[in-house]
């Protein structure tokens, strides 16, 4: 794999990569993490996901070892040290050639086996950098497929979802049921029938010329680019409500999108097995994601982002 990793702040090569297997993160899934992307190889919004960070490490009382600063640092000396061997993908979108994708990963650490985390002697910092992969130019021209996962009857999620953990069996399973049917996503849909947030996404509908998100108290994580991407809409004068999103309300959307750090904004033109509006990005999604092209700035500004090629 063509990646740079750092191990507490030692640089190793990605083939000899180790953690011990006592490590907490391993065992049980005891740790917090972040992904960060570049333009131009600068991070973005890093601030933000350095607090998300800091908060999901709270919400599981995990003392994170070093201060944000040095967490920059680290982060930054990782990604200068990341050698760009990958090999130029002709259907990637423009934006993403030559940037990096960084996850952050701090576990409790190794001790003793056992529950109890007072175990664990002291925490671990791994960050990796690895050339970005995201979805393909003609993803955000055709749109994607979503599948629902979940819902009443359906299997239930655990842990905490406003903290960023390692604990991800269900969104695993989730993304499973999802490929297995044609889809790019998984909808996570809680007991009620509603749509809280996608595997690895946050999801938004358009209704009406309206904006409409779940809200934080829904039960979904507070994602970095969905918090950017409700300022734009308010820059850009299009009314915003944050409720509750039913899934048969999703389906009978004008438009819908997803967002996240490799995303961006990913039209959406079929839920499960029934179309989005015209099953084909709309307008609203196409202004939105042109509002973040400019605003995220880095030299891959150009190129159509939404609409049918």
Excluded: C
């Excluded at 499973?176 to 595997?199: F, K, Y």
């Amino acid at each position: 794999m063509n990646a740079t990793v750092s191990i507490d702040g030692d640089l190793v090569p990605a083939g000899k990569a180790r953690v011990p297997v006592f490590d907490r993160g391993f065992l049980y899934g005891d740790s917090v993490y972040e992904v960060v992307r570049t333009y131009d190889l600068e991070p973005f919004e890093l601030g933000p996901h350095l607090a998300r960070l800091t908060a999901s490490a709270e919400r599981i009382a995990l003392r994170l070892p070093w201060s944000g600063e040095r967490m920059e640092r680290e982060l930054r000396r990782v990604v200068q040290a990341s050698a760009d061997e990958a090999i130029p993908d002709p259907a990637a979108a423009p934006w993403n050639v030559g940037e990096r994708s960084v996850r952050i990963v701090v576990t409790r650490g190794s001790g003793e086996m056992g529950l109890d985390p007072g175990l664990a002697a002291h925490p671990t910092v791994v960050i990796i950098a690895v050339p970005l992969s995201g979805p393909p130019l003609s993803a955000y021209r055709l749109g994607v497929s979503v599948w629902p996962f979940g819902g009443p009857g359906g299997p239930s999620r655990g842990g905490d979802p406003a903290a960023k953990t390692g604990e991800h069996l269900f969104h695993v399973l989730a993304v499973r049921e999802a490929l297995a049917h044609d889809a790019q996503e998984a909808l996570l849909v809680d007991r009620d029938g509603r749509v809280t947030e996608g595997a690895s996404s946050n999801v938004f509908a358009i209704r009406d010329g309206v904006l409409e998100t779940p809200p934080l108290q829904a039960g979904l994580l507070a994602g970095v680019t969905r918090a950017f991407v409700l300022g734009l809409a308010r820059d850009l004068g299009i009314p915003v409500r944050e409720q509750p999103l039913p899934l048969e309300g999703l389906e009978r959307a004008d438009e819908a999108f997803l967002t996240s750090t490799v995303r961006e904004v990913l039209p959406v033109v079929r839920v499960g097995n029934r179309r989005v509006g015209s099953a084909a990005p709309g307008p609203v999604t196409a202004r939105i994601h042109a509002a973040f092209r400019e605003r995220a700035g880095g030299g891959h500004k150009r190129g159509k982002v939404a609409g049918p090629g």
